[in-house]
């Protein structure tokens, strides 16, 4: 899963540890999300996507895995 959250976050002029803050989570959380290592429960997607003001669909793109 790929996401635009590091370009959201440089709109808002947002530090990882500030998104963090924000949505009370660890910065380790949204590194992990960020590096495609982790992937958000949809409350946390949707906490995200509000603190950036933007949707989930805008902010995640779930690629489909052709085998």
């Known amino acids: 899963m790929k996401t635009r959250m590091k370009e959201l976050r440089a709109r808002y002029d947002l530090t990882q540890e500030d998104l963090a803050k924000k949505i009370g989570v660890r910065r380790e959380t949204i590194l992990f999300i960020e590096k495609g290592k982790y992937n958000p429960s949809l409350k946390l997607a ?12 805008d902010l995640f793109n779930f690629e489909d895995d052709e085998r």
Request: hydrophobic letters at 40%; zero cysteines.
């Open 46 to 57: 949707h906490d995200i996507a509000k603190a950036l003001q933007t949707t989930i669909d």
